[in-house]
């Protein structure tokens, strides 16, 4: 059984270190208020495709790939598809081919265990510390993504932390502090990303006939993306805005 692909993306620059050949699965569980790829949300639909197909595409790329850069699968939820994504990050890495997982976090079982136990890097998305903003924000608890960032500490599993910053969701001093006394001692945390607020997939909203629910939701200011920086900065070393 093979991968159920929604997209490629090639030479990324945002979805892990280097140059990227993206791969977006189908299917997630989470439902967040500002998804850029609703789309990708139903575990309907996707291209059903094996694992040599994306190797080959990884292979044809791999030249551009330099030291640095590699596959990153992101969705959609890849740890959703777990089980059949396994071997094909062991026929990426037998080629010497870097790949990220990039997740929420939300799932556990032993086939994503696996999959992480696997990943060179996993960027790791935290929607929202507060459990019921979270809830708000995307339907779940967070109980399980905080639980899988310990699991990559305690597996030693490098992983970034990526963090949209949605004005009067997920900006608040208080939130974006209790976030950094959590995590401040982690030694597997490399790097803070800031993802700045978003409306570039809206449009995908009104081709699925959904009603898209931030639509009074200012954009960031730069002075709100420089103060939540700082606000990061206390705690963490290796922060960016992307």
């Given amino acids: 059984m093979g991968l159920k692909v929604h997209s490629y993306e090639s030479l990324g620059t945002y ?3 280097g140059i990227r050949l993206v791969v977006f699965l189908q299917g997630c569980p989470f439902r967040c208020l500002y998804c850029a ?6 575990f309907q639909g996707g291209t059903e495709t094996e694992g040599e197909e994306i190797l080959r595409r990884a292979l044809n790329e791999k030249p551009f790939f330099g030291r640095r850069g590699g596959v990153t699968f992101s969705g959609g939820e890849p740890t959703t598809q777990a089980r059949e994504l396994v071997p094909v990050i062991r026929q990426l890495q037998a080629n010497g081919i870097n790949v990220c997982i990039d997740t929420n976090g939300g799932i556990w079982n032993s086939d994503v265990e696996e999959l992480f136990g696997l990943a060179d890097l996993t960027l790791l998305d935290i929607k929202e510390f507060d459990n019921t903003r979270h809830r ?3 339907g779940m608890n967070n109980t399980q993504t905080l639980g899988t960032a310990l ?25 974006i502090r209790a976030l950094g006394e959590h995590f401040k001692d982690y030694r597997m945390l490399r790097k803070v990303e800031i993802l700045p607020y ?3 997939g809206k ?6 006939g959904w009603k898209y629910q931030l639509e009074d939701t200012p954009l ?3 002075e709100q993306l420089a103060r939540a920086k700082a606000l990061f900065e206390e705690y963490f070393t290796c922060v960016t805005v992307n």
């Fill in 136 to 138: 708000e924000i995307t």
């Fill in 198 to 200: 978003h409306t570039l």
């Fill in 15 to 17: 979805d892990g270190p």
């Fill in 220 to 222: 960031n200011t730069s």
């Fill in 37 to 42: 790829n609703p789309d990708t949300i139903s």
């Fill in 151 to 175: 699991w990559l500490e305690e597996h030693q599993r490098p992983f970034w932390m990526r963090y949209v910053l949605v004005p009067g969701l997920s900006d608040s001093e208080k939130d």
């Fill in 203 to 208: 449009h995908k909203y009104e081709t699925l």
